[in-house]
């Protein structure tokens, strides 16, 4: 597998597309026009693809070369469907173990997380597409190369995983300071998908609402909250207490 790299210019990205790269997001200069432009705009919709429109600065500062207003970073990993994944979690006889990160956007959190899951036995790791950490150099080397490890897959809504860990008989639990239950009263012996969620505004209302448990870590001290990825990593170990 390869390092992430980036990819620059509208012709140049537009094939990297149509040959099955695994791109993590696309950069677009503000304002630019053109009919090949229009045409990586329609792509990008088409197959959901990460982008944003940034000023020019932007694309300068990611790269010396002749961008024409397109920077594509290529991720060093490809990402599992998650349908084929609970799948074959389920068939392969384990208890399923899934860790859902609603919008967590720090990358060595992200991938101090990931450390954490490969070295607790997690099944896979579901991100949303937008607006979360990519997995980028940064990520690969938190992870200590556990990125290569532990499947990852993509999804358009967090939510979304969670009705569909549900269908597939897996409990939702939410890590939140948002319960009385603390992680010591929950039962983690059963098929289960923890939630993690952003640094700063914790787990979005409406997932929150979806979970079929919530719990909270006991906080002893005067600091209100845990890193993310402490946390999960309390989380993760209460699971494999239980399991052993």
């Known amino acids: 597998m390869q390092n ?14 149509h ?50 207003g397109v920077v594509a970073q290529i991720s060093p990993i490809a990402f599992h469907d998650l349908e084929d994944l609970v799948l074959n979690v389920i ?21 101090a997380i990931i450390r954490t899951a490969e070295c607790t036995g997690v099944d896979g790791i579901i991100i949303q597409k937008k607006g979360g950490a990519p997995v980028n150099g940064d990520t690969i080397k938190t992870s200590a190369g556990a990125v290569f490890k532990v499947p990852i897959c993509k999804v358009d809504h967090i939510k979304d995983a969670v009705f569909y860990m549900q269908a597939s008989g897996i ?15 929950v039962s983690f012996k059963e ?30 001290g005067d600091i209100e909250s845990l890193n993310v990825s402490v946390a999960c990593g309390a989380f993760l170990y209460e699971v494999v207490r239980q399991r052993l």
Not at 26 to 54: C, D, H, M, P, T
Not at 171 to 185: C, G, P, Q, R, W
Not at 196 to 206: A, D, H, V
């Open 171 to 185: 409990k939702v639990i939410a890590a939140t300071e948002k319960t009385n239950s603390t992680l010591y009263d």
């Open 91 to 111: 068939e392969s006889g384990k208890i399923p173990l899934f860790l859902l990160l609603d919008q967590l956007s720090d990358v060595r959190n992200f991938g």
């Open 19 to 68: 040959a099955g790269e695994t791109i993590d997001k696309v950069f677009l200069q503000k304002g630019l026009r053109g009919e090949l432009f229009s045409e990586l705009e329609a792509v990008l919709r088409a197959n959901a693809i990460n982008s944003s429109y940034v000023p020019v600065e932007k694309l300068n500062r990611l790269t010396t070369k002749n961008h024409q």
């Open 191 to 220: 098929p289960c998908a923890i939630i993690m969620g952003s640094e700063g505004k914790g787990i979005n209302p409406s997932i929150l609402k979806a979970a079929d448990a919530k719990a909270k870590l006991p906080l002893l």
């Open 4 to 17: 992430q790299t980036q990819i620059f210019g509208i012709r140049a990205v537009l094939e990297a597309i």
